[in-house]
């Protein structure tokens, strides 16, 4: 008797361990699915808005792309959003426009990418987790060459005129190349019950 119940035991404790390794298992594919569609959103928004900046740079100068980046921008991102059932964001710890401000959990990421980047760490630059709103995925904006533009130390005045108009309280100048400019920022949210 005793050895049946040794034996039930075990098969209690290994049918269990089966089962939560079944379930982990299962969170981490969903993961990882959940973190390629954020990645394949990202690219989408990436791949719509520059084009059209770089465009907008080329015919009407910056004061123009201004315009572009203030209404292409959060249109690309709101249609991607209707598309996919995610909230898509652009965010920054000192944001343009004073909407996109990090939130908490941003702003972490932020920090850690910010570290990232210092140490050279180009895996470091994405981060997904699940939480308690939903899926959230984060990846780092860095500042390029272009961004200078509107974002770096030295803009034309026609660039600074068009800022202010738009965006009195702006925070996003004073950039050098490299640094963490600011974040994708989506979310799957978890579906009402
Ligand atoms: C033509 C000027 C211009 C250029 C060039 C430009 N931006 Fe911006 N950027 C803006 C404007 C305007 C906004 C505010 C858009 C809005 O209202 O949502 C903005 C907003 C952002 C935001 C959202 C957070 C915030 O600060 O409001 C990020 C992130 C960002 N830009 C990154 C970049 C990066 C990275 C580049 C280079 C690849 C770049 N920008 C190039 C004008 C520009």
Known sequence: MPRLTLANTVLAITVFSFTSLQVSADQNNAQTELTQQAKQLVAQ???????????????????????VC?????????NLSVESGWIIRRTS???????????TWEQARIDAFKAAVLADDTQGLEYS???????RY?????TEGLCLTCHGKQLADSTKTALKTFYPEDRAKGYELGEVR???SLTKPVKPK
């Not at 791949?47 to 201004?66: I, Y």
């Not at 203030?70 to 709101?78: L, S, Y």
């Not at 710890?93 to 909407?99: C, F």
């Open 182 to 184: 600011g974040i994708f």
């Open 129 to 135: 987790e699940q939480t308690t709103e939903g899926f």
């Open 138 to 142: 984060a990846k780092a904006q860095l």
């Open 70 to 78: 203030a209404e292409t921008a959060p249109a690309i991102a709101q």
């Open 93 to 103: 710890d000192k944001s343009r426009n004073p909407e996109a401000q990090a939130d």
């Open 45 to 67: 928004f990436a791949g719509q808005l520059k084009p059209q900046l770089k465009q907008a740079l080329q015919s009407g100068g910056a004061a123009h792309a201004v315009d």
